[in-house]
């Protein structure tokens, strides 16, 4: 397991933009999740360990950009155009495949951050 903490949550106007960090030590893939009221857990994006190779559901393609920092062990979601729909409580986790969007494959998860996207 490794701790993990998340930054950068907010309020936010439509079409707006917010980054989001996730401080994690290690050789981790990492992965941001979602959670919006009643709704399951989503995935969002994921990367490996050296930054070469991320995913990202359909719903933030284009949008959204994962990347990550290894010598400041922060990994980071840059979130653009955001939308009413993004509004959600944000997850980093860490895990040891980036093949997967299933949130139970990741070991570590941080305490969330609040996205709140509205006028």
């Known amino acids: 397991q490794v701790q993990l903490v998340e930054s950068g949550g907010g309020l936010v106007q439509p079409g707006g933009s917010l980054k989001l960090s996730c401080a994690a030590s290690?050789?981790?893939?990492m992965a941001w999740f979602r959670r919006a009221p009643g709704k399951d857990t989503e995935f969002v994006t994921s990367i490996n360990w050296n930054g070469g190779v991320t995913f990202y559901a359909d719903s933030v393609k284009g949008r959204f950009t994962i990347s990550r920092d290894n010598a400041r062990n922060t990994v980071y979601l840059q979130m653009n155009s955001l939308k009413p729909e993004d509004t959600a409580v944000y997850y980093c986790?860490?895990?040891?495949?980036?093949?997967?969007?299933?949130?139970?494959?990741?070991?570590?998860w941080g305490q969330g951050t609040q996205v709140t996207v509205s006028s």
């Open positions: 986790a860490a895990g040891s495949t980036v093949l997967t969007r299933q949130a139970g494959d990741f070991h570590s």
């Open positions: 290690g050789r981790y893939a």
